[in-house]
């Protein structure tokens, strides 16, 4: 697997002093096929998200549930304008999870016993109601299965169609990186940046007075995510570079469910990867991490080494940031392409919670990797 952009970044290549660190960018795992080519569209149209929540609400509980679409709007615009139509504080609404602005996106959020019912609601023009049910709990960060997309590629040079058909064929059969996308390190990259500076700053001497403070939380969480982020995506090159399909020490998932366990014997382990009962994980460094170990472990502190980072910096950070594991690959579900015009292509696929469209995409466009979308 090979990476036609020449500005790549070595995973493990360890900076100078002071030397600035930029954002990995990510593989192209279809890069032995042709490029599709084009970008994707402007107008909310061109990108349609749809929620498909973890668990169906039941229609019964003191929880008021809506499914609600918005145009050009964020999801907190959404929450506000919900919020204030249904006298209820912002913060008694729940959502599963942000949504893009520049879209037309459909979710579902929960509101208290107290609310004004939906019937006396007045939504400002950004937003409609879809349905509405019961739930006996509040929607909480999380309880999101995966997301429907719709995205409109334009300006695709002639035979388009037949490109992306293979491309879209071979990411069905190999599945794709499970790369955290460009948007997780701010424009330009200049979250990871901050983040950088934060954890070094924050490891010096008096980095614990500088812990705390009006509206550290949410930064704190911000940056530390963008540092496991960068972590990961360079561990998942790093793997990829690996000829073997497992390694001794390596956390696996077990398929269908939550449950993690290290690899100790490859060749007992090794039919069971390959029938897809088993799916390689990376780190999200934290406290708790399922610790990888042998062979795996050398490769993640490879690419710690790569980064800098020393002991100081992964305290900051397990202070910051509990730690998980996220899978190395995904395989999206209902992988479609259609040409309903020329020079048009339309996406229609479902990736699981916590995945990029937007490097699916990539797949296809071959788009600048910090390039905004």
Known sequence: MTDPSPDR????????QGEKIEAHTPLVATAHLPAVGGRIGSELEHFIVEELPLYEASGEGEHLYVFLEKRGATTQDLIQAVARTANVRPQDVGA??????HAITRQWLSLPATARPPEDWELPEFATLLERSRHRNKLR???????RFRITLVDVPAGGLERARAVVAELSRAGLPNYYGAQRFGRHGKTLAQALQWLRRDTSEDGARRRGGHGRHFQTKLLSSAVQSEIFNRYLTARLGCAEPLLTGEVVRLDGTG?????EDVAQELPRYEQGDLHRTGPLLGPRTLQA???AAELESRVLEGLGFGEAELATLGRAAPGARRDLTLH???LEVEE????????SFVLPAGSYATQLVRELTRAPWLEPY
């Open 96 to 101: 599963a999870g942000m949504k893009d602005k």
């Open 293 to 295: 170990r042998a062979a």
């Open 340 to 347: 309903p015009a020329p020079g048009l292509l339309v996406l």
């Open 332 to 334: 999206p579900e209902e």
């Open 9 to 16: 970044t070595d995973p493990q290549a360890a900076p100078n």
């Open 259 to 263: 449950r993690h366990f290290v690899v």
């Open 141 to 147: 960060t999380g309880h999101l299965r995966a997301n």
